[in-house]
């Protein structure tokens, strides 16, 4: 039962483009979300988070929105760049359930030159 | 120095061996984790320790071991390996559990490739 899901398992954008990745989720308790970025052979790295008491949430190229009505959040890039190639997961946690952080199965976004 | 470090990188093993996967960090943080990436790519949590204590242990086969000697380390022991158990595996680690404004950090994995 996956509550986090990315149903995109792939982008490619141009570079100096607008990238966009897309996370949907199911359970309404979830209240912090988190975005990870993942090279290949490496573990994912923390990029940027959002809580539910906010829409938006930007740092530098990255910005997070969230439409908790929709259960949906995006991560807008801009301007993408080649090195933004990677997989991107979307994860979530809920204050009732200690420990846990819920992951989507990723997008692997490729920025071409 | 590398904040969560797990090793081996590479494991390739026959069925029915049994194989360990050690992992440690230096952030001072009371929870560790072990993730499982499936074939679909799925990140899916087998287990959480905090301050040593098991605190989740998701729907695993009792082939999967967990033992954390101190707050700083979480190995994952897996007896008789099957093909199914073939994945990477990343242990990760945070400050205090799954909480708003907390992250995980991330060993690099272990790929396990079970023949």
């Known amino acids: 039962d996956q509550q986090v899901k990315q149903n995109s398992p792939s982008l490619s954008v141009q570079e100096g483009r607008i990238s966009i990745l897309n996370c949907d989720y199911t359970?309404?308790?979830?209240?912090?979300f988190l975005w990870y970025k993942k090279y290949p052979a490496e573990g994912p790295t923390f990029l940027i988070s959002i809580s539910s008491i906010k829409d938006k949430n930007e740092d530098g190229r990255f910005t997070v929105f969230l439409n908790k009505s929709a259960k949906h959040l995006s991560l807008h890039i801009v301007p993408s760049q080649p090195g933004d190639s990677a997989v991107y997961f979307c994860?979530?946690?809920?204050?009732?359930?200690?420990?846990?952080?819920?992951f989507g199965s990723g997008t692997k976004l490729n920025v071409k030159p | 120095d590398t904040a969560v470090s797990q090793t081996p990188k590479y494991l390739v093993t026959q069925m029915g061996n049994d194989k360990s996967i050690k992992c440690e960090q230096n952030l001072g943080h009371d929870t560790m984790y072990w993730y499982k990436q499936d074939s679909k790519k799925f990140l899916k949590i087998m287990f959480s320790y905090n301050n040593k204590e098991l605190i989740i242990n998701e729907t695993v086969p009792n082939r999967f071991s967990p033992k954390s000697p101190d707050k700083a380390h979480l190995n994952l022991h897996i007896n008789s390996l099957e093909l199914g158990d073939s994945a990477v595996y990343f242990c990760?680690?945070?400050?205090?559990?799954?909480?708003?404004?907390?992250?995980?950090?991330f060993g690099s994995g272990t790929q396990l490739s079970v023949l």
């Open positions: 990760a680690s945070s400050r205090r559990g799954a909480a708003t404004n907390e992250k995980l950090f």
């Open positions: 994860a979530a946690i809920s204050p009732y359930n200690f420990n846990k952080f819920y």
């Open positions: 359970n309404s308790m979830f209240d912090y």
